[in-house]
Antibody, heavy 123, light 109 residues
Framework: EVQLVESGGGLVKPGRSLRLSCTASGFTFGEFAMSWFRQTPEKGLEWVSFIRNRADGGTTDYAASVRGRFTISRDDSKSIAYLQINNLQTEDTAVYFC??????????????WGQGTLVTVSS | SYVLTQPPSVSVAPGKTARITCGGNNIGSRSVHWYQQKPGQAPVLVIYYDKDRPSGIPERFSGSNSGNTATLTINRVEAGDEADYFCQVWDNGSDHPAVFGGGTQLTVL
């Protein structure tokens, strides 16, 4: 059974950093892309970042709103995807989801999702 | 970047058919994926590549895509189908490749 479990969320002061983890099981992690999303009642579901598998170059993409502050990475030996968030701002407050990216013909969809981890940025 | 437009809400009576649209410029030339999200839960993939259903998704869920509109159809709607539904495409080569519609809240009357 495919499982994705996010961790690392919590209450953080503005300007601080945080690293979220997404621990995967039930599939060969290194064969799949991974992605992070966030969601708030105000802005809805927002795609944040994406990392391809090694076979597709391991390249990354970021939403413009987070580019330069967020870094996605992966450790295939541990089946974990990470999201490093620097210089946290109040507008980063959200539930963060990780998801597995699957593809045929190099267009991706997201077939499994974790249950999310809440990040609250407040002084 | 590419834009997907969904109606904010759709209402349907139990047992009837719900149709949720997703508009985009020449979206018929792209592959569209659909997600269902219930309150407090993660999204669930219900349709991929326009019309394919993942295992475990009822046959009542179907998809189509042509011209400037993709459609998620839910036949014989049940109370448990009440949720937000999002469409998504992958915009290759874009600096924002994962494109989502704003979501449609399906209300079962």
């Amino acid at each position: 059974e495919v499982q994705l479990v996010e961790s690392g969320g919590g209450l953080v002061k503005p300007g601080r950093s945080l690293r979220l983890s997404c621990t995967a099981s039930g599939f060969t992690f290194g064969e799949f892309a991974m992605s992070w999303f966030r969601q708030t009642p105000e802005k809805g579901l927002e795609w944040v970042s994406f990392i391809r598998n090694r076979a597709d170059g391991g390249t990354t993409d970021y939403a413009a709103s987070v580019r330069g502050r967020f870094t996605i990475s992966r450790d295939d030996s541990k089946s974990i995807a990470y999201l490093q968030i620097n210089n946290l701002q109040t507008e980063d407050t959200a539930v963060y989801f990780c998801s597995r990216g699957s593809s045929l013909f190099l267009t991706y969809y997201f077939d499994y999702w974790g249950q999310g981890t809440l990040v609250t940025v407040s002084s | 970047s590419y834009v997907l437009t969904q109606p904010p809400s759709v209402s349907v009576a139990p047992g009837k058919t719900a149709r949720i649209t997703c508009g985009g410029n020449n979206i018929g030339s792209r592959s569209v994926h659909w997600y269902q999200q219930k309150p407090g839960q993660a999204p669930v993939l219900v349709i991929y590549y326009d019309k394919d259903r993942p295992s475990g998704i009822p046959e009542r869920f179907s998809g189509s895509n042509s011209g400037n509109t993709a459609t998620l159809t839910i036949n014989r709607v049940e109370a448990g189908d009440e949720a937000d539904y999002f469409c998504q495409v992958w915009d290759n080569g874009s600096d924002h490749p994962a494109v989502f519609g704003g979501g449609t809240q399906l209300t079962v009357l």
